[in-house]
């Protein structure tokens, strides 16, 4: 039986692996390495923990959490990376290093340098006992939910984003030329 280190390695590799996947996705639809997608998760995470410390239940917790990130993903899209879309890609490449050192101090200022924890959604770190295998239920909910997708042959977000670059290859036409958020009312 492997050690709670062990465990607790093995999960935080699947942590980090999640976030590979979703900047490795930013960069096929976008080809932008967002070097500020660490700090989007981190303010998600306070989101979260602000959201149980709050009273909200797990429910609005996590809408919270995904507000936070969308409305912070919009808000640097519409003031930094929208401007900059005609320079080169080392000047937008700065501008992710900026936004994301921007991003890591005022969180540093604003919460200190510790962390928070979100005490309610515990529970999902409990695991189920599947056949004298223990499982944490959120990666049993993850795995479910990815097969949802597939059994009732719905499109994959990441297929979605894909087709948007033309040939409906992820990352085949380069950058997109669709405006998902048009806050500026157009041109």
Sequence with gaps: MPSSVHRIGVLT????????VGIGLVFGVLRLVNFAYG???MAGA?????????GFPN?????????VVL????????LVFRPL??????????????VAFLLQNIA???????????????????????????????????????AGWRHLGLTPPSAALGAMTGGG??????????????LDGGD
């Design 85 to 98: 879309r005609t320079h080169s890609p080392a000047v937008m490449l700065v501008a992710t290093f900026a």
């Design 71 to 78: 409305g912070l993903s919009v808000l640097m899209d519409w």
């Design 108 to 146: 540093l200022l604003a919460f200190g340098p510790l962390g928070k924890s979100a005490g309610s959604l515990a529970i999902l770190n409990a695991p189920w006992d599947i056949g004298g295998v223990f499982i944490k239920k959120i990666a049993v909910i993850s795995v479910a939910t990815a």
């Design 169 to 182: 290859q992820l990352g085949s036409g380069g950058p997109p030329d669709v405006t998902l958020f048009d």
């Design 59 to 67: 429910w609005a917790s996590i809408l919270f959490c995904f507000g």
């Design 13 to 20: 590799g699947g942590v980090y692996a999640l976030m590979a």
């Design 39 to 41: 700090q989007l998760i």
């Design 46 to 54: 306070f989101a979260l923990a602000f959201g149980s410390q709050w």
